[in-house]
């Protein structure tokens, strides 16, 4: 693939409405298609496969030996002269059907009854031609523009979908990745929620805006560190990797939590800041290790799924999870320690907290008028 290509694929799909693909205009889409997709950034021109490609040729035999011929011609197929049309059309045709290695790449072709015709089945004229394919590659350098790159094949796509004439479907890793991409971009607003979502619920949990900053700050620094390894490596960005930032908020969210309310549970029997930070530390260190562990293990499955962009997103993930222990579990009881919140206002908090009341009010739902249950 380094040297060679064939490893960043998409395919153009377009497919006639009507009749079959042996006409002028259609056969001409096919190779606007092709020219516009070649002159795409990044394109290995010599390894597209279409009618329209210049490696694709008919190939035959004739008395001074053998023959090879493209497919059509490189002005096209002919739109004001019938004769000369139907003339190239018919080698076309010919040149597809004869060629049984390399015409279902070209074309799809079904039976009057709306069935899918095999391979072996091509040469037939049962088969009609509904559809052709434009097989393009590009270079791994594609994937530090999928952004721009894809705004453009989406611009190719959208122009020859309003031809009413024609179906157009496009397929493969590059477009694939590049469109999940653009998408999350689009929807940029739906992590401005989830960031607010997350900030709001650390406020009602904590009262204190060290509650809901700490912990925002604990998981920006693993988020920071985990993106700067990526960029050290001089990886680049795919849709995987740019879910990671919002997978190891998530996680991390919830280590922070833990250690908070630790804190603040131990702050509020002792009061004193130091101890508090010490002992929240020492009881949370070995469970919130575990638990990171076993996060890990399950970034380190996808690991040994063969697929690359599952693997960089596996190892990166272990990364950004083992520094949750630098991040969460001991920086946040540090900057508590160094900036305790009011003792007052942690104890007034801490018994009357969001767990006690509705854990009381379920408590009450739960036994019934008059009775309690200890929790």
């Known amino acids: 693939e380094e040297k060679f290509g064939m490893g960043n694929l998409m395919v153009f799909a377009v497919k006639i409405k009507e009749g079959d693909i042996f006409q002028p205009w259609f056969i001409n889409i096919i190779q606007a298609i092709h020219n516009r997709l070649v002159a795409l950034p990044h394109s290995r021109s010599p390894n597209f496969i279409d009618i329209a490609s210049q490696k694709i040729k008919y190939m035959n035999a004739d008395e001074n030996g053998l023959v090879f011929k493209r497919l059509i011609p490189t002005e ?27 015409a279902p790449m070209l074309v799809s072709m079904f039976k009057a009854d709306g069935s899918r015709c095999a391979f072996e089945e091509y040469a037939s004229k049962d088969c009609i031609a509904k559809a052709a394919y434009v097989i393009a590659d590009y270079t791994d350098e594609v994937k530090e523009i999928y952004l721009p790159w894809v705004r453009e094949v989406r611009a190719i796509m959208d122009e020859y979908q309003q031809d009413p004439r024609i179906e157009v479907l496009v397929a493969g890793e590059p477009y694939f990745l590049a469109w999940m991409l653009q998408d999350l971009v689009n929807h940029w607003w739906l992590f401005a929620i989830s960031l607010a979502i997350v900030v709001l619920v650390l406020w009602l949990e904590f009262r204190d805006w060290r509650g809901a900053f700490f912990p925002l700050l604990g998981v920006g620094a693993t988020i920071l560190m985990t993106i700067g390894l990526m960029g050290f490596t001089q990886y680049k960005l795919t849709t995987m990797m740019v879910l990671t930032p919002m997978l190891l908020l998530a996680i991390g969210i919830g280590h922070s939590v833990q250690i908070t309310r630790r804190f603040l549970n131990e702050y509020a029997r002792l009061g004193d800041a130091k101890a508090a930070g010490e002992i929240s530390i020492a009881h949370m260190i070995v469970p919130a290790t575990l638990a990171i562990v076993t996060d890990m293990v399950g970034f380190a499955t996808l690991a040994t799924v063969d697929v690359s962009f599952y693997k960089d997103y596996a190892y990166f993930g272990m990364f950004g999870m083992i520094t949750l222990l630098l ?15 009011s003792l007052a206002e942690v104890k007034t908090h801490e018994g009357h907290s969001w767990e006690s009341t509705v854990g009381g009010w379920l408590t009450k739902l739960v036994a019934g008028p008059g009775k309690w249950i200890p929790i």
């Open 327 to 341: 991040t969460t579990t001991t920086m946040i009881p540090l900057l508590l320690m160094n900036l305790p919140p």
């Open 76 to 102: 096209g197929i002919s739109e004001t002269d019938p004769d000369l049309a139907s003339e190239q059309l018919a080698f076309l045709e010919e040149g597809i059907r004869t060629n049984p290695v390399m």
